[in-house]
């Protein structure tokens, strides 16, 4: 369950920054920045926050051969839904969301590594170490 909260939390951060739909931080952005620029810049340090927490971890538990396997198993399934015609090569909205989603499954995959990794293998991380006493 822990490793869907992370997914979603990623999932979270992504789509509320952008998505196709247009309820989005870049969209309010835009639109808002002339007259509320201050609580623009605040969601904006939030968001950076919740980035920096989510690509540190990422690259520092699966690094970048990792995320690359990620991307391309991702890019392998919208391949598949291509060509299954569950969606349209050309329907640059569906692609838009499958990227975004992608982009939350590697952030998510990579802060919920280490715990994947030791219930697979049995090994804890270093960092784990002093919460094993």
């Known amino acids: ?23 989005s931080y870049l969209t309010w952005a835009r639109a808002a920045w002339a007259d509320s620029a201050p609580f623009v810049a605040l969601a904006g340090l939030i968001l950076l926050i919740g980035y920096v927490i989510y690509v540190r971890a990422t690259i520092r538990s699966i690094g970048g051969f990792g995320i690359a396997l990620v991307a391309a198993l991702v890019a392998v399934l919208v391949w598949i839904m291509v060509d299954m015609g569950w969606m349209a090569a050309n329907d640059q909205t569906a692609l838009t969301w499958a990227g975004l989603i992608g982009v939350a499954l590697i952030l998510g995959i990579g802060l919920s590594w280490s715990l994947i990794r ?9 960092d784990d170490v002093e919460d094993q006493e």
């Open 1 to 23: 369950m822990g490793y869907l909260l992370r997914i979603l939390g990623a999932l979270v951060l992504v789509l509320a920054t952008y998505n196709p739909s247009g309820l």
């Open 118 to 126: 030791r219930k697979l293998s049995g090994q804890v991380d270093t």
